[in-house]
């Protein structure tokens, strides 16, 4: 069955609703999902949607911006998620006591080479580096998609 669902933009859309019933509980449940795994504007890729913003702002300030959307700065996981970008967008790497983490806690693994002597990472076309975290740049947003 389809219904539709109010948003916090006032806006309608269109969800789908299971309504499994078990003969042997005297309760019955929904359970609804989105058509469509990611937010308008994002990209989905591996069950994850990615966004990549049209505006510059500084490290700190662009996780929260991500956080305000249930996600954080990227954290790569794979080598497909390496993407070389013109645009040195930030990702959710930063430098703590000498050493990298991912927004996530977990420490870089040398998966890669970090470029710069900054604390803040971010891609550029050749790779991964570093830059001063005040920097205003563009930023790539990760969350897991809504369903596989």
Known sequence: EYKFKETNHNRKII???LFPVNPSSAKSFAVCAPLEPC???WLYFQRKCYYLSENEAAWNSSQSLCSSHNA???????RQELVRD???PWI???K???EFF???GKALDHEFAVK??????YLEPRGVSASGCYLTRRWVTVRRAQHP
């Open 15 to 17: 969800d789908f609703c």
């Open 39 to 41: 937010p308008a504007g």
């Open 72 to 78: 954080s700065l990227l954290v790569i996981e794979t």
């Open 86 to 88: 013109t645009q040195d």
């Open 92 to 94: 959710g790497l930063y």
């Open 96 to 98: 703590r006591n000498e």
């Open 102 to 104: 991912w927004v996530d």
């Open 116 to 121: 710069g002597s900054g604390s803040c990472a």
